[in-house]
């Protein structure tokens, strides 16, 4: 049975989405049944049931969470310690190296799905403007590490 793959962005203005299906194609090559949604088009139950997650994040603000993604971020930072045990998961985080707090949300959600219990199975990787041949090396590196996922 194929592999499920859920794929969340986190955007304003479309990048990180674009990523996030580029992702999905790549993923549904390699065998996987994957899922893009919007993070504004999930819940917490939903995500509680996930084991294999790629997360495309951007910043915006100062270092603020992007539009669709804040309420999410709320939600599941009141999850309790350990309700994401058996999620594996990996961030990609866009943001800009001009801006202090430099792709602090994807740093967040890193950080906050680890804290809720979840397996960190690919390193985040931070992005800069230029991010497309960046964002496509982490891609293809991490389906190959969700693969291994049981
Ligand atoms: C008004 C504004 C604020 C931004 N703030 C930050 C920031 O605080 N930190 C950061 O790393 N990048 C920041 N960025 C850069 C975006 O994260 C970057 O352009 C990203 O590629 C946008 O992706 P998206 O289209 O998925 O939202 C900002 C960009 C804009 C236009």
Do not use: H
């Amino acid at each position: 049975m194929a592999k499920k793959l859920m794929i969340l962005f986190g955007t304003e203005t479309g990048n990180a989405e674009m990523l996030a299906e580029d992702a999905c194609s790549s993923a549904e090559s390699n065998g996987f049944e994957a899922e893009v949604r919007g993070m504004d088009e999930i819940t917490v139950e939903e995500l509680c049931e996930v084991q294999r997650l790629l997360i495309y994040c951007s910043t915006w603000g100062d270092g603020e969470q992007p539009d669709n993604a804040q309420d999410f971020f709320d939600a599941v930072s009141e999850c309790s310690a350990s309700d994401l045990t058996g999620l594996n998961y990996g961030v990609l985080a866009l943001g800009d190296t001009a801006f202090d707090l430099f792709c602090e949300s994807g740093k967040e959600w890193d950080a906050l799905l680890e804290e809720k219990g979840a397996n960190r199975l690919v390193e985040r990787m931070d992005c800069d403007t230029d991010f497309e041949d960046d964002a496509e090396f982490w891609t293809e590196q991490s389906l190959e590490k969700m693969a291994t996922v049981e």
